[in-house]
């Protein structure tokens, strides 16, 4: 099956998004479907952007999907850090 998920956008929660949405690919993607990941506010993901996300520790909220079992610090108020795609201008 065909699938696009949404992800990102431009609201306070877009870290969570696309910590989710990337997820969200990657298992339906394991799951024999053929996924589309669309940031909201960027346009498709390509599949190096995406492994970038899961690389960078944009994850959910911690847990068995977490690598190291860690859960990443909350971004600060009014922003999103993930230096790498900071300065790589992959998040606004």
Request: proline fraction near 9%; glycine fraction near 20%; hydrophobic fraction near 40%.
């Amino acid at each position: 099956m065909k699938i696009v998920v949404l992800m990102g956008g431009v609201s306070g929660e877009r870290a969570v998004s696309l910590a989710s949405g990337v997820q969200v690919a990657r298992g339906l993607r394991e799951a024999g479907h053929e996924v589309v990941a669309v940031d909201t506010s960027r346009g498709v993901l390509t599949p190096q952007e995406e492994a970038r996300l899961l690389e960078a520790g944009v994850m959910g909220a911690g847990g068995a999907g977490d690598p190291g079992g860690k859960t990443p610090a909350p971004p600060p108020a009014g922003g999103v850090t993930h230096p790498g795609l900071l300065a790589e201008g992959r998040l606004p």
